[in-house]
């Protein structure tokens, strides 16, 4: 593997972790608040914290990957 290849992996796995860290933590807090509101709907009893919580992690390391892919490709460009 030459030393672009490394680079490009180590920003896609970056990028990604942050992305899985951010939106686990979004998605969590705002279950948590949904929960606590005054007036509680459907949508927010009808969905699983945890699943909730798994599908904000998905979605950022989705985000998360295609940041890193679009930062490579606008790099590549330059060059």
Do not use: F
């Amino acid at each position: 593997m030459d030393r672009k290849t490394k680079r490009l992996l180590l920003l896609v796995c970056s990028c990604s972790l942050a992305g899985v860290i951010l939106g686990g933590t979004s998605s969590w807090a705002e279950s948590n608040s949904c929960l606590q509101s005054q007036t509680v709907t459907s949508d927010c009893l009808t969905q699983d914290p945890i699943q909730r919580t798994i599908q904000g992690m998905a979605t950022g390391l989705v985000a998360g990957a295609g940041a890193a892919g679009g930062v490579a490709w606008n790099l590549r460009h330059e060059d």
